[in-house]
């Protein structure tokens, strides 16, 4: 039988091209990350994790989509839920399992080994890891400095404890209101006598201070924006007693002569 050539007319493929492209983004939006969500960020520990894109969709929130361990998918992506919003690509474990202990620094850090108390942070993972003797004994994702900005790397030590501290140069968005840095601890203070603390901040999933390292403060987001309606997620505080040996009820600056050592390396990740 002879082949018969079919002509489809231009006006059709134009017609039908544009049906397409309409329909790819759609189809395609848990593989096109925005710019600035956890899914642009690129870390060193990606590689040990099988995960996916996926871009949140409206009504969709961290603890819709993976209930009781949203807080595990949330410390991967290095966000708080005030952040994770429609629009915003996440990095989805596909077991999620695989994130429930998630910590990208070593379990044993031997330049430690001498020191009651260490911490380690690496840009490059956007990680913080408190050691006793050189033995890890948590790990908490942060966000440095924003690339204008940028975190101090080297060797410090905390020489303050502030656990009601709060900005001189920046506000809370939106409002005149000081920004609060609770539970801050201070490890450096540049040539210009700018001080750097690590306090409890929001983490947008991306590097995001003017040069302090943020930790989680969800009883902080809450005051200052009313959500999220039950905070959970509280690092800053964590840190702050670990170093301080408890809870302290005292807001006024406390001197720490002899606080434990820092060691900052790597460099942010920047948006690909």
Same mark, same amino acid.
């Given at each position: 039988?002879?082949?018969v050539s079919i002509v489809v007319p231009w006006?059709?493929?134009?017609?039908?091209?544009?049906?397409?492209?309409?329909?790819?983004?759609?189809?395609?939006?848990?593989?096109?990350?925005?710019?600035?969500?956890?899914?642009?960020?690129?870390?060193?520990?990606?590689?040990?994790?099988? +995960?996916?894109? +996926?871009?949140?969709?409206?009504?969709?929130?961290?603890?819709?989509?993976?209930?009781?361990? +949203?807080?595990?998918?949330?410390?991967?992506?290095?966000? %708080? /839920? =005030?952040? !994770?919003?429609?629009?915003?690509?996440?990095?989805?474990?596909?077991?999620?399992? #695989?994130?429930?202990?998630?910590?990208? @620094?070593?379990?044993?850090?031997? !330049?430690?080994?001498? #020191?009651?108390? $260490?911490?380690?942070?690496?840009?490059?993972?956007? $990680?913080?890891?408190?050691?006793?003797?050189?033995?890890?004994?948590?790990?908490?994702?942060?966000?440095? *400095?924003?690339?204008?900005?940028?975190?101090?790397? *080297?060797?410090? =030590?905390?020489?303050?404890?502030?656990?009601?501290?709060?900005?001189? &140069?920046?506000?809370?968005?939106?409002?005149?209101?000081?920004?609060?840095?609770?539970?801050? @601890?201070?490890?450096?203070v540049n040539r210009e006598g700018v001080s750097? +603390?690590?306090?409890? /901040?929001?983490?947008? *999933?991306?590097?995001?201070?003017?040069?302090?390292?943020? &930790?989680?403060?969800?009883?902080?987001?809450?005051?200052?924006?009313?959500?999220?309606?039950?905070?959970?997620?509280? %690092?800053?505080?964590?840190?702050?007693?670990?170093?301080?040996?408890?809870?302290?009820? #005292?807001?006024?600056?406390?001197? @720490?002569?002899? *606080?434990? =050592?820092?060691?900052?390396?790597? /460099?942010?990740?920047?948006?690909?």
């Amino acid at each position: 039988m002879p082949s018969v050539s079919i002509v489809v007319p231009w006006v059709v493929w134009s017609t039908l091209l544009a049906m397409i492209l309409l329909v790819l983004p759609a189809a395609y939006a848990e593989t096109t990350p925005k710019r600035g969500s956890p899914c642009s960020m690129s870390y060193p520990s990606d590689t040990s994790i099988q +995960w996916e894109c +996926w871009t949140l969709q409206d009504g969709e929130s961290l603890e819709s989509l993976f209930g009781e361990q +949203w807080v595990h998918v949330a410390r991967f992506n290095r966000i %708080d /839920r =005030r952040h !994770a919003r429609a629009g915003v690509s996440i990095k989805v474990p596909k077991q999620i399992e #695989d994130v429930e202990y998630f910590s990208p @620094l070593p379990l044993l850090y031997l !330049a430690a080994e001498q #020191d009651r108390q $260490f911490i380690l942070i690496s840009l490059s993972e956007q $990680f913080l890891g408190a050691y006793e003797y050189g033995i890890l004994r948590f790990a908490v994702p942060i966000a440095s *400095g924003n690339g204008h900005d940028e975190t101090p790397t *080297g060797e410090f =030590r905390l020489t303050a404890a502030h656990r009601a501290h709060q900005s001189c &140069l920046y506000t809370v968005q939106g409002t005149a209101r000081p920004y609060p840095m609770n539970y801050a @601890l201070k490890f450096h203070v540049n040539r210009e006598g700018v001080s750097y +603390w690590m306090h409890g /901040r929001d983490l947008p *999933g991306y590097p995001a201070s003017h040069g302090c390292i943020g &930790l989680y403060d969800e009883p902080m987001q809450k005051e200052q924006y009313g959500f999220p309606k039950d905070p959970e997620l509280n %690092d800053a505080k964590r840190l702050f007693e670990w170093v301080l040996g408890g809870e302290v009820e #005292d807001d006024r600056m406390i001197a @720490l002569s002899q *606080g434990p =050592r820092v060691h900052i390396i790597g /460099r942010s990740p920047r948006a690909r």
